[in-house]
DNA sequence: AAAACGGGGTC
DNA sequence: GACCCAGTTTT
């Protein structure tokens, strides 16, 4: 019967969830800020973040008058940079267009830039007691396993089926409960590796446990293997005390947080042929290399990342190799130092910090940018 | 349907 | 090293 696992979800739930931070308000814009921040990240990642970002942005109005470069600062380390930047322009527009309250209706919420299917539904459930279904990885796992399903995660047909066991699970009393009691039991109970299927409460409706299939399903999706790149970057420093060039692209990698230049390369750099720093200094070459294959190796890289975004400098030596995993990339990337004259002034995505400012919590900076400016700068 | 988009915990 | 995490957008 689908009432009783239900029933036994929920009571599951009020015995057994977690207390997060976002459990104890019922505010849709801090909801919808926790929704955005947990997005492919681990609850307990989140939490330390969650709680800087509402104690600095409290409210929607808040956060709407901030800069994106101060809520980027607020995002830096967590990943995933974007869901930043489209919260905040989703958040500007509730306020200008809601007045700063977050919309009850499910299609308005959906029209949101950066909410989609399942952040719209999380907000309605929880925050509006609609019910409205969610589907996420902890969901779609517990379902699949529960109703057997054996289609990859990710077909077409897979998500359609699981949208449907959500959207009929949901409805009833305490629909957001009956949605994180979801989660929260894959989360913590029905588990990708050694799942505890003796404290589940809805084992005996399980599928996949009568079947003995539970190690089986879902059947996951292929990954692909990050694709290697390699590069270069440059720590070009100018002045005492010493400022770190620094730079920021709109659509690139790590898009609205500050960098240091960089330029792709053809093939890993031997470091045997990085040398002492030649008589060859202030190189200003204006060729952009768009395929890697053509692209300038070593010294020859780190001038050409300098002269793309108009940094002068004498670079130096190779000072470190730095080695960095995302999802779908393997950076591998050797630092090379330069000292500078000046850059140009007056553009925006050119600025000079030192390594202190650019240390501290709140600069918009990736962990890569980090790990160059240790690997240069000691 | 596939790729882009971070970083880290866990087995 | 593989897998996957309270996903969304773009191609």
């Given at each position: ?17 977690r ?18 921040m947990c ?12 709680h ?15 800069s ?7 995002w830096?380390?967590?990943g ?44 309605g ?6 019910e409205?279904?969610?589907?996420d990885?902890?969901v ?14 990710g ?27 979801l ?15 003796e ?17 089986a399903?879902?059947?996951?999706k ?14 070009a ?9 620094l ?103 050119l ?7 650019v ?14 400016l ?5």
């Open positions: 019967m689908a009432a009783d696992a239900r029933a036994a979800l929920l009571a599951w739930y009020d015995a057994h969830k207390d997060l931070p976002w459990r104890r308000t019922r505010d849709p814009y801090a909801i919808w800020v926790s929704e955005i997005q492919q990240t681990r609850v307990d990642t989140v939490i330390p973040y969650y800087r970002f509402l104690e600095r942005f409290p409210t929607a109005a808040e956060l709407a008058a901030a994106e470069d101060e809520v980027l600062g607020l830096s380390g967590l995933y940079y974007r869901r930043a930047r489209l919260l905040h322009r989703g958040v500007k527009e509730v306020v200008a267009t809601y007045g700063g309250k977050v919309p009850a209706e499910r299609e308005a919420r959906l029209g949101l830039p950066g909410v989609g299917k399942y952040t719209a539904g999380a907000i459930s929880i925050a509006f007691d609609a409205e279904p969610i589907v990885g902890n779609a796992r517990v379902l699949a396993r529960r109703h057997r399903v054996a289609t990859p995660l077909a077409k047909e897979t998500e359609k089926r699981l949208w449907e066991l959500a959207g009929e699970l949901v409805k009833g009393p305490r629909p957001g409960d009956l949605n994180q009691a989660m929260e039991l894959g989360a913590t109970v029905c588990t990708p590796k050694n799942p505890r299927c404290g589940c409460p809805v084992q005996a409706s399980c599928g996949a446990h009568a079947a003995g299939e539970v190690d399903l879902p059947v996951p292929k990954r692909k293997k990050p694709k290697l790149v390699h590069a270069v970057a440059v720590v420093t100018v002045g005492t005390p010493a400022k770190v060039w730079v920021r692209g709109e659509r690139a990698l790590f898009g609205g947080l500050w960098s240091v230049p960089m330029v792709e390369t053809a093939a890993p750099q031997l470091s045997l042929l990085a040398g002492p720093a030649s008589a060859r200094g202030e190189g200003v070459r204006s060729d952009a290399h768009a395929d890697p294959k053509d692209a300038p190796a070593g010294r020859d890289a780190a001038f050409a990342a300098l002269a793309n975004v108009g940094v002068k400098a004498r670079v130096k030596e190779k000072a470190g190799y730095v080695e960095h995993v995302l999802s779908h990339r393997h950076l591998k990337i050797d630092v090379w130092r330069a000292v500078a004259a000046r850059g140009r002034d007056g553009l925006a995505e600025r000079a910090a030192t390594r202190e400012e240390g501290a919590r709140g600069f918009g900076v990736s962990r890569l940018t980090k790990k160059i240790d690997a240069a700068l000691g």
